[in-house]
């Protein structure tokens, strides 16, 4: 991949000192997790233990490597031209990157003075008072609802649901755009009423530019071994392209983006 800086187009402002995160990797070229090709920054901790998670290895809050935001800029602006010309930009995921809000939002701030548009992807699992700084600098909210059913969004993260709905009520009063993500789980959250209730919570909100249906996968397995971690879900198959066709007619119907 090309490392070039890229032209700048404004002076990066030096983040005030002491703020740094735990960071648990990066990945040059994301093509998932955003509009374009993006530069995709894992954090480190997360309170929900989703039975599908992708990322088990970014749990513990206390691992990672500790960078300011500073020194993380400058590992993005490396890609900086690659990703401009593709309509990409910065994505920051984890684990649960609002658990370190401070430091999202100065990183934000240094990506916006050189003109690089920021994402953030989040379960939405954090007060909006502690999330107000990062999202202020936050262009686009990839918010990952996991269920629109309190029982059954209990069982898939092991946390409550009343959070996530606030914080997405809270996107759409502040007409932050977002994204809507939703992973289809055969047996958990692949039902027709509960998707159908999941659509017109959606409709509710004023913020939403698409929905993304993602259908479960069990690519991560490996991880979960690896850890030590019981893996739930290993007799679980992943929806069929057919059935996540219709899922995605079923969105569009009621007047959604989706895809």
């Not at 990066?12 to 993006?38: L, M, N, Q």
């Not at 039975?51 to 206390?62: A, E, I, R, S, V």
Request: proline content about 7%.
């Amino acid at each position: 991949m090309t490392s070039s800086s890229g032209p700048s187009t404004g002076t990066p402002e030096v983040p005030k000192p002491g703020t740094r995160g735990r960071i648990h990797s990066f990945e040059s070229f994301g093509a998932v997790d955003g509009p374009g090709i993006r530069f995709v920054v894992f954090m480190q901790g997360c309170p929900f233990r989703c039975k599908y998670c992708q990322n088990p290895d970014t749990w513990l809050t206390g691992r990672g490597l500790e960078m300011s935001p500073l020194e993380v800029f400058r590992e993005v602006r490396k890609y900086r031209a690659y990703f401009h010309s593709a309509g990409g930009g910065i994505t920051v995921t984890g684990g649960e990157p609002l658990l370190q809000p401070r430091f999202v939002k100065e990183l934000f701030e240094l990506c916006h003075g050189d003109k690089i548009h920021t994402a953030l992807d989040t379960s939405g699992c954090v007060p909006p008072a502690m999330a107000e700084e990062a999202v202020s600098q936050t262009d686009l909210v990839l918010l990952d609802l996991k269920s629109i059913d309190e029982k059954t969004h209990k069982a898939l993260t092991g946390s409550g649901l009343a959070p996530v709905m606030r914080f997405a009520k809270w996107l759409s009063d502040i007409a932050k755009p977002a994204w809507i993500r939703h992973v289809v789980v055969p047996g958990y959250t692949d039902d027709d009423a509960m998707l159908g209730a999941l659509a017109d919570f959606i409709l509710t909100l004023r913020n939403v530019e698409l929905v993304e249906l993602l259908p479960f996968h069990k690519l991560a397995e490996f991880k979960w071994r690896e850890l030590g971690y019981e893996y739930e879900l290993y007799d679980t198959e992943p929806p069929s392209p057919e059935r996540m066709r219709e899922i995605i007619d079923m969105f569009a119907a009621k007047g959604l983006k989706a895809r």
